[in-house]
């Protein structure tokens, strides 16, 4: 095998070991992809500042991501149904962080339960929720989340309703999965796909089995979550949710300087930049393109993390050049775990902090915590001049 230099690397060979349709649902992204395209486009346009004759012999990567320690400004964000990208995948991608030294997000719609979780992982990590229409379930979560002492809990707000992928639909993904001729010979040429997710823990969603009554098997549950998204979630959701949640408090998918004072203002004590990888609006803002705002709008009054593109290391110092101060990664490490499993989510990780620490050494930069915008060249003076 040649050596795995880059995620695009790892991509390559998730593409190959993956079906079709698992591949599809973690790399593509809503209706006509123009959101998810401009995320990887608008980090590419940005350009650095090569700087030389500076001591660079020392250099720091180390960090705080909302009070926690990490080796790095990185982290694993929630994404949903990562144990089918590989059996166990949230136990296997949660081990990589913790070997690593970054914190890693459980889903509200992961295979793994927060329980399973728990139980695997020495460090503390973070929670997402969604919170549904079934209040009660919601705030079951949360009491869950504080039984497994989760650090902090990330409420992401931009699925009040549901966009489409048109891929998902042509390639019969749900959960249960339809089934039809093309999708299960693609299956039966990914034996060791299939033998993995079926020697995982659970097949299912594994933070819904066994807490809704009446709902049984996994048709049920699928049916019970698309019912549950719900378009009246505002302002006051958020204060019910702080109520409960005693410890660090995460909002995701801020893309709006308006909405990011109504979170500072709201008691979080994060906000992630984010349009969720390019999977709901489409023709929204790119993440990088609406973050410069933000920070602008809330300055030191909340803690403003970045999600969406994120490839590189060169792709982190850009983020944090404009004012984040750490970034998520979401289809990065899904390519690792679904090309080499925990090993992949780990030179998933090695690989961006190698590139981030090679791009600081190059823009004259010793430490993460100094990186400003005058590491990027001035947009007023063309991207190409240096």
């Not at 993956?18 to 649902?25: E, H, V, W």
């Not at 940005?46 to 926690?68: F, H, K, P």
């Not at 590139?355 to 005058?374: I, K, N, P």
Request: charged share 25%; with cysteine.
């Amino acid at each position: 095998m040649q050596p795995i230099t880059h995620i695009a690397d790892l991509r390559a060979i998730a593409q190959r070991k993956l079906p079709r349709a698992i591949f599809d649902f973690i790399d593509r992204g809503s209706y006509d992809e123009i959101t998810m395209n401009a995320n990887r486009s608008d980090l590419a346009s940005l350009r650095l500042r090569q700087r030389v004759m500076v001591d660079v012999s020392e250099r720091s990567l180390a960090t705080n991501i909302v009070g926690e320690p990490a080796t790095m400004p990185i982290a694993i964000a929630p994404t949903g149904l990562t144990g089918l990208v590989r059996g166990d995948g949230e136990i296997l991608a949660a081990r990589a962080a913790q070997a690593v030294g970054v914190p890693y997000c459980l889903s509200t719609m992961s295979i793994c339960s927060i329980e399973d979780l728990r139980a695997e992982i020495k460090t503390p990590f973070w929670f997402q929720l969604y919170v549904m229409k079934d209040r009660e379930f919601s705030k079951s979560l949360i009491e869950r989340a504080k039984q497994a002492e989760c650090s902090a809990l990330v409420l992401t707000l931009d699925l009040q309703v549901r966009a489409q992928q048109h891929l998902d639909i042509k390639n019969g993904l749900g959960v249960p999965p339809r089934l039809t001729l093309r999708n299960a010979l693609n299956v039966a040429t990914k034996p060791m796909w299939a033998l993995r997710v079926l020697a995982g823990k659970r097949k299912s969603f594994g933070n819904l089995e066994g807490h809704l009554a009446g709902v049984e098997n996994i048709k049920q549950y699928a049916t019970w979550i698309g019912g549950q998204l719900d378009p009246s979630l505002n302002w006051r959701d958020l204060e019910w949710v702080r109520d409960l949640w005693p410890k660090k408090l995460i909002l995701k998918g801020v893309l709006n300087a308006e909405d990011a004072k109504f979170a500072a203002n709201g008691g979080a004590d994060a906000i992630i930049v984010s349009n969720h990888g390019g999977r709901q609006l489409d023709s929204a803002s790119s993440s990088i393109a609406a973050l410069p705002a933000i920070v602008d709008a809330v300055g030191d009054r909340i803690e403003v993390l970045f999600d969406g593109g994120v490839r590189s290391g060169q792709d982190v110092l850009k983020a944090l050049a404009l004012g984040a101060k750490s970034c998520l990664i979401g289809r990065a490490f899904l390519y690792g775990l679904g090309a080499m499993g925990e090993e992949g989510v780990r030179i998933a990780l090695e690989i961006l902090r190698k590139e981030l620490d090679f791009s600081m050494a190059l823009t004259g930069v010793r430490d993460v915590h100094d990186v400003t915008r005058a590491v990027l060249v001035s947009p007023e003076r063309g991207l190409a001049q240096n």
